[in-house]
């Protein structure tokens, strides 16, 4: 099945600035991807579609970067407990309101989007003392709300950017990502939510993507500190924006 013109300009013309994103700050891509895939082929498939993408991205990501010895065991214990959320969400899906957990999801990331953008040096919250279990925290918490609702990644974020330096954060979510993005394909696959399109859409997107994951390789070498927060702080803020429309939609 062929693709009219006017449907692959679009894919290209959005995978370009989603995947600029990606290759800048190891997230992002799914802010433009899922609701343009989900207009033209149906949520479902936009989803699939994103994780599918996202896992061959993350790989080719995560052989293109250096990793120092001591981001394994952090990402090990963060992929641990996203996976363990995940099963609870999972077993949750259908009991707790999604209305709700998107709201309560939409709030914290907005405001945390705004300190980025507003303070020089953001914050993690201080709901508790030590800053590793905060981050355990909210992994196990982003690993629930992913399993309910399909949104972990910026419960994780806020709390794991001020902890590094912007090309560890980089690293960290490349590989964190790409764990999720591969566990998500196989569970979209167990449940019946494959289909033909997936691989086509991949195809079609693909030059973009490359092209757009470049420049923002380049773009992280040049970025300053502040910049990049202010970017991490943004994207956090459209997040928030794309939820709350969900909800009034």
Known sequence: MRYPPEIILLILA????????????????????????G?????????????FVDSFVGLGMLLSLRYAREDWPLIGKMV?????????????????PAPAVLGLIGLFVVISGFSF???DRPLPPRWLRSRFLKLWSVCLLGGVTGGLVGISGPLIIPVLRPM??????????VAFFLCEGVLRVI???LVGMWSGDVVRIAAVAGPAVIVGLLLGYRAHVNITE????????????????????????
Request: with cysteine.
């Open 164 to 173: 590094m330096d912007r090309s560890r954060f980089r690293r960290v979510l």
């Open 226 to 249: 502040r910049r990049f927060n202010v970017v991490v702080g943004v994207v956090l803020i459209l997040i928030a924006v794309r939820i709350g429309w969900g909800l009034v939609g």
């Open 14 to 37: 959005v995978c370009l600035p989603a995947y600029f994103l990606k290759g800048l700050s190891g997230f992002g891509p799914g802010l433009l991807f899922v609701p343009t895939v």
């Open 80 to 96: 641990g407990f996203m996976a363990m959320g995940s099963v609870l969400g999972s077993s949750l899906a259908g009991f707790v």
């Open 187 to 189: 569970i979209y696959r």
């Open 117 to 119: 953008v507003v303070y």
């Open 39 to 51: 207009l033209l082929f149906g949520p479902r498939t936009a989803l699939v579609s994103s994780a």
